[in-house]
């Protein structure tokens, strides 16, 4: 059969002879098979290959991205044959059982899966790449969590109710604190708690998230800022799985109708993990939503961000003023901690005191002086900021100006011989001298207190591994309002998609920023009260670029796509 691909591919001219030698030289070495090292090489783009074969061998291509794949179906056929033969039950159909497979002329695998379920086996097309994560994604889960069902199979057996859920709110709060206790202490819900935990860690998830439904329970991981669906833990561990969490992070286990916060740390792999913990009350059940903090991946070398050249170099040079305020504005998930985190271990030093104010405190940082507000005993951003004048700090960074008395305090900071670093939610630079107004700071103040502002916002980065240049959809440009001549040879780059990524096409995330430095025009405008579009338009002149012109910089580099840019700066 692989003759008769090689020699179809040859005569379609998708491969040439040179590159048919590296094919058979590479066969050679490693005995794959040929579709793999196609793919491996690079030599035809996914699709093209897909397409290419499902002619070759009459059968219909299934996209097993978009698939979801039903309980029942894949218990018809044994993990084991699935991953020997590369193979996942897609649909049964009466006495036919439809299975994707990334060799459907293998024979002998539709035989032996034939014989081994009794039914029919009709074979569909899908990439190597969708069926190996396909089966990660369900017989993996399914291969962790086996001893989990076996447990449930036993305890049901012997009459144990501990795992049993209510889904009525007036039937859950008749369970008692020893019930969800003991429903968190078997096995089967630790042991899931903990690979949920450690796997998000692994595939370097930011946030993991535990939706209640009617019939189900929803998993998601935060990956490079998008929320990945993984697979689902039995439904009737439900309260199971969130008693024990809010057990590992000190929660009360009996309030469920109030939202609850805590932490857990915990090591993974080695590793210290602090993970922030959010549970708040919805219809089917409590939501759980957790944060997890990693130090060792938390960059703190400015120059490996993501600033350009100039822009780098301007806010070195703010950072190093004796005083003022340097504000750093963007949405939640804008990496403006990771940029105040760089900013403040590139000024610690033993000559400079550094106190922090934040709420909470992320990451903790030897040499700075950090405290964690506390609202309800009056330990509060502003109260903090009181106290640290007190100290004799030489630097200070406010967590958020979320109120008119936090500015203040802050502001009068900066124009008393302190340098402050705070963050302040605007969509860009300019309109953050609006909204200092707006929550009441009179604009003398703005205009000698501030020394810079710094919009930003981040976006995955293309994978090194799978990338690939591609021609620029003009459509697509239109439609982000890129001009076409942003791009002279007409070339853009993608990710096709790799075991490295996960088959995103995505591996990291870059910032892009907007750094607006308050020239001695700029602090005129503001006492004369001009617009943020007045401006964003002066600091254009003196050489600002804006989110989006920063963005077709890092897609003309080859760095991001324009989906991403227009994805986190469509709305500028």
């Not at 059969?1 to 591919?9: F, P, S």
């Not at 809010?246 to 805590?262: F, T, V």
């Not at 915990?266 to 990693?294: A, C, F, H, Q, W």
Request: glycine share 6%.
């Amino acid at each position: 059969m692989e003759e008769r691909i090689t020699k179809a591919l040859l005569e379609r001219k998708l491969i040439n002879e040179e590159q048919l030698k590296e094919i058979q030289e590479e066969k050679k070495y490693t005995n794959d098979r040929l579709v793999t090292i196609i793919s491996r090489l690079g030599y035809i783009p996914e699709n093209k290959l897909l397409a290419f074969l499902s002619n070759l061998y009459r059968i219909e291509v299934i996209d097993l991205d978009t698939t979801i794949i039903p309980e029942e179906v894949l218990k018809i056929i044994p993990a084991e044959m699935a991953y020997r033969y590369e193979a996942i039950p897609v649909e049964r159909r009466g006495k036919i059982l439809m299975v994707a497979m990334v060799d459907p002329g293998d024979l002998v695998a539709i035989e032996d899966m034939r014989f081994a379920t009794g039914l029919e086996v009709k074979p569909l097309l899908a990439s190597e790449r969708a069926v190996r994560e396909a089966l990660d994604r369900y017989y993996g889960m399914r291969k962790d969590v086996s001893e989990v069902k076996e447990e449930e199979e036993v305890a049901r057996e012997l009459g144990i109710e501990d795992l049993e859920i209510l889904e009525a709110w007036g039937e859950e709060e008749e369970e008692s604190v020893a019930e969800l206790e003991a429903s968190a202490s078997g096995g089967p819900v630790i042991k899931l708690v903990n690979f949920y935990i450690a796997d998000a860690v692994r595939k370097g998830a930011s946030d993991i998230h535990i939706e209640p439904f009617e019939k189900e329970v929803r998993v998601r991981f935060r990956i490079d800022g998008v929320l990945r669906e993984q697979p689902p833990p039995p439904y009737n561990l439900k309260s199971g799985i969130v008693t024990r969490i809010k057990l590992m992070s000190n929660m009360d286990i009996a309030e469920r109708r109030r939202p609850q916060d805590g932490r857990i740390n915990i090591k993974v792999d080695n590793k210290k993990i602090d993970i922030r913990v959010s549970v708040i009350p919805t219809l089917y059940g409590e939501k759980v939503v957790m944060r997890i903090l990693d130090k060792s991946s938390l960059m703190l070398d400015l120059s490996v961000l993501g600033f350009e050249e100039e822009d780098l170099k301007k806010y070195l040079k703010a950072i190093e003023s004796p005083y003022g305020i340097i504000l750093i504005t963007g949405p939640t998930g804008s990496g403006k901690t990771t940029t105040l985190y760089s900013t403040l271990a590139r000024l610690n030093s033993p000559e400079r005191q550094i106190l922090t104010v934040e709420d909470p405190v992320e990451y903790n940082i030897d040499g700075l002086n950090q405290v964690q507000i506390h609202e309800e005993i009056g330990l509060t951003f502003a109260a903090a900021l009181r106290a640290f004048l007190r100290q004799s700090p030489n630097i200070i960074l406010v967590g958020e100006i979320r109120d008119t008395e936090t500015a203040e305090i802050a502001i009068r900071a900066a124009l008393t011989g302190h340098l402050v670093f705070s963050t302040i939610h605007t969509n860009d630079a300019p309109s953050t001298i609006d909204r200092l107004v707006d929550i009441g700071i009179p604009p003398y103040l703005v205009s000698a207190s501030v020394v810079l502002i710094q919009a930003q916002r981040l976006v995955r980065k293309i994978c090194k591994s799978c990338k690939v240049e591609v021609e620029a959809d003009p459509a697509l440009l239109e439609e982000a309002g890129i001009p076409i001549d942003a791009f002279p040879d007409g070339k853009v780059y993608k990710g096709q998609g790799c075991p490295r990524c996960g088959y995103t096409g995505y591996k990291g995330r870059i910032a892009l920023f907007e750094v607006m430095p308050i020239s001695p025009t700029i602090r005129e405008m503001i006492l004369n009260r001009a617009t943020s579009d007045e401006i964003a338009e002066q600091a254009k002149k003196e050489g600002m670029k804006t989110l989006r012109e920063d963005a077709i910089i890092k897609i003309r580099k080859g760095i991001t796509t324009i989906e991403e840019a227009m994805r986190e700066t469509s709305s500028l």
